[in-house]
């Protein structure tokens, strides 16, 4: 019950949001963490450790990835090099 009151905070911050920059989500948000140059973040729901990487544009946000940390560190290993091949790899960036 408490991880989903927490997703569903991060819905609500994100939708009442008029982020104008990277910095104003990570302001906005201290779990927030830029995981590349573009627009994409990793978000850290510290309860059951869950992890949603989501990529905003101007209209929306979508949810690439989420899972918890344990499977967030089998792909990803902490590394941005690595997440950045991710997204390149589906097709997110080029």
């Known amino acids: 019950m408490k991880l989903s009151k927490a997703i569903d905070k991060l819905i609500m911050d994100i939708e009442s949001s ?6 104003e989500v990570m302001e906005s948000r201290p779990d927030a963490d830029r995981v590349h140059s573009d627009i994409f973040f990793f978000f850290d729901i510290n309860i059951h450790r869950t992890i949603i990487l989501i990529a905003f544009n101007e209209q929306e946000a979508e949810i690439l990835w989420a899972g918890n940390h344990a499977e967030y560190d089998s792909p990803f290993k902490g590394k941005k090099r690595i997440i950045e091949t991710w997204l390149r790899n589906h097709g997110k960036i080029k």
């Open 18 to 23: 008029e982020w104008k920059s990277k910095l």
